[in-house]
């Protein structure tokens, strides 16, 4: 008898979406969602069980994302589902992920400059 079977089908599952940001690979500015990537093993490509979760914030134009841990996807879609907003903290850690002090500085003074309070 012959089986086809496979690995590596990814599925991406978008939970929400999270917050405005300029992407730093299309460098245009869009809505990043909170999703979950799965890859599956699949049989007569069907996807039968998946083998690989990973969790992120993606740029919905690009598809570059910011990777997270399980911990940190559970705790941004219970905010989303009770619709509370994340703490500006936690919020911003998130979205200055990989950039220095510096850098930080800069986009808040120039979001500061967009939105006058
Ligand atoms: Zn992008």
Not at 17 to 31: A, P, W
Not at 32 to 49: A, D, G, Y
Not at 56 to 82: H, R, V, W
Not at 85 to 102: L, P
Request: net charge positive; with cysteine.
């Amino acid at each position: 008898m012959f089986i086809l079977f496979g690995w590596g089908k990814v599925t991406r599952q978008v939970v929400g979406q999270m917050f405005e940001k300029t992407c730093g690979y299309c460098n245009q500015t869009h809505l990043w969602q909170l999703c979950k990537n799965r890859t599956w093993f699949t049989l007569f490509f069907i996807p039968v069980i998946p083998y690989k979760t990973r969790y992120a914030i993606a740029c919905p134009n690009c598809g570059s994302y910011i990777q997270l841990t399980a911990e940190q996807f559970n705790k941004m879609k219970m905010d989303l589902n009770t619709a509370s907003s994340m703490s500006d903290e936690a919020m911003e850690k998130i979205k200055y992920a990989g950039k220095n002090a510096i850098q930080i500085n800069f986009l808040k003074q120039m979001e500061e400059r967009n939105n006058p309070k």
